[in-house]
């Protein structure tokens, strides 16, 4: 299973950027997805989940209403779609999967199988 992440990129505070997760080796279905970001000195920070299954959703609270994660079954991929970006969102952007994880671990990094290499998203104040 591989896991490529992409749509990272410069954009100044307010503006937009969408990540995307594609995977191949397997189909996302039975999986949950989810979207980490870390910035160097500090640990993994959960962003954003989806269960591919049903489509539930979790959010980080310092996401909540700027950041939005979905799926396309027919790509086979996983969207980050954020808004209103401010410099502290700069980081770089890790999708992961699992197909075992439970509610209560969806927002622990070591709880997911596989990793994307990382996307850079920078905001410009």
């Known amino acids: 299973v591989q896991l490529q992440a992409s749509g990272g990129g410069l954009v100044q505070a307010g503006g937009s950027l969408r990540l995307s997760c594609a995977a191949s080796?397997?189909?996302?279905?039975?999986?949950?997805v989810g979207w980490f970001r870390q910035t160097p000195g500090k640990e993994q920070e959960f962003v954003a989940a989806?269960?591919?299954?049903?489509?539930?959703?979790y959010y980080a609270d310092f996401v909540k209403g700027r950041f939005t994660i979905d799926k396309d079954s027919a790509k086979n991929t996983v969207y980050l779609q954020m808004s209103s970006l401010k410099p502290e969102d700069s980081a770089v952007y890790y999708c992961?999967?699992?197909?075992?994880?439970?509610?209560?671990?969806?927002?622990?990094?070591?709880?997911?199988?596989?990793w994307g290499q990382g996307t850079q998203v920078t905001v410009s104040s």
């Open positions: 989806i269960r591919w299954n049903g489509g539930i959703t």
């Open positions: 080796g397997t189909t996302f279905r039975n999986y949950a």
């Open positions: 992961a999967g699992s197909s075992s994880i439970i509610t209560s671990t969806i927002r622990i990094p070591r709880h997911y199988a596989y």
